[in-house]
C-alpha cells in the first residue's frame, strides 16, 4: 500500500532558526507529493507541489527520489509559521485531488 | 481565490439518527469532490470520491450503506452518515478539484465536526 510518513508529531524551535519537516514516502510509480499547511482554525491549504519546484512564504521542498523523501525546509522560521503541516501524495498521477496524508507535523515557532 | 464551503461546521446528532453534511464548490464547478475523515490528532484518511451524476467511490474499508454520498450537481456533494453511533464522531473535510485550475488545482473545505452523543 501506498504511504505517506511524517516521523515527528512534533517539531519546536525558535524564531530564525533553520527548520525541516521530514516526509518519506513508499515507492510507487511516478509520485506526486504536496505539503499542504493547517493554521489554528483554518482550513487546509496548498503550500507547495513538488512539479512547481517553488518558494513559497520562504518554504521549500526537493523531491529526492532516491532517498524517497520530499522534506520541507526553511532557512529562518518565523512565529507565524506555526501551523500544522502535512505531506501528502496523489494517488492518480497528474489526476489532482485524491490524496493519502501523513501523520501531520505540528511545527511551534517560539520567540 | 475559489471556495470550497461545508455546513454545517458542527453538528452533534443522537445515537441512531443519520445527519447529512454538505459541501459546495462557490466559484467553479467541481465534476469530483473527495471526502475525508480525521480523528483528533491523526492525519486525514480519504474516505470516498464524490463523482457528479455518478456512483461514488469508496475507499477500502469503508462502509458505503453507512456513508451516503451524493453528487446531484456540479457544485455539491453530500455525505450522509446513517444511523450514526458515538464511533462515528469526528472531523470530516471535502474537498474539490477545479478542472480549470493550474494542475487540477484541490480546494478544501473548513471541515464539518460530527459528535454523536
Known amino acids: 500500500a501506498q504511504r505517506v510518513t511524517q516521523p515527528e508529531k512534533l517539531l519546536s524551535v525558535f524564531k530564525g532558526a533553520p527548520v525541516e519537516l521530514k516526509c518519506n514516502y513508499s515507492y510507487s510509480g511516478s509520485p506526486e507529493l504536496f505539503w499542504y499547511v493547517q493554521y489554528s482554525r483554518q482550513r487546509l491549504q496548498l503550500l507547495l507541489r513538488?512539479?512547481s519546484r517553488e518558494s513559497i512564504k520562504g518554504f521549500t521542498a526537493d523531491l529526492n527520489k532516491g532517498e524517497t523523501s520530499f522534506h520541507l525546509k526553511k532557512p529562518f522560521a518565523q512565529e507565524e509559521d506555526s501551523a500544522m503541516y502535512y505531506c501528502a501524495r496523489n494517488l492518480i498521477y497528474n489526476q489532482g485531488g485524491k490524496l493519502i496524508f501523513g501523520q501531520g507535523t505540528e511545527l511551534s515557532v517560539k520567540p | 481565490g475559489a471556495v470550497v464551503s461545508q455546513h454545517p461546521s458542527w453538528v452533534i446528532c443522537k445515537s441512531g439518527t443519520s445527519v447529512k453534511i454538505e459541501c459546495r464548490s462557490l466559484d467553479f464547478q467541481a465534476t469530483t469532490m473527495f471526502w475525508y475523515r480525521q480523528f483528533p490528532k491523526q492525519s486525514l484518511m480519504l474516505m470516498a470520491t464524490s463523482n457528479e451524476g455518478s456512483k461514488a467511490t469508496y475507499e477500502q474499508g469503508v462502509e458505503k450503506d453507512k456513508f451516503l454520498i451524493n453528487h446531484a450537481s456540479l457544485t455539491l456533494s453530500t455525505l450522509t452518515v446513517t444511523s450514526a453511533h458515538p464511533e462515528d464522531s469526528s472531523f470530516y473535510i471535502c474537498?474539490?478539484?477545479?478542472?480549470?485550475?493550474?494542475?487540477?488545482?484541490?480546494?478544501f473545505g473548513e471541515g464539518s465536526w460530527l459528535t454523536v452523543v
Open positions: 513538488h512539479i
Open positions: 474537498s474539490a478539484r477545479d478542472p480549470t485550475g493550474a494542475g487540477n488545482t484541490i480546494y
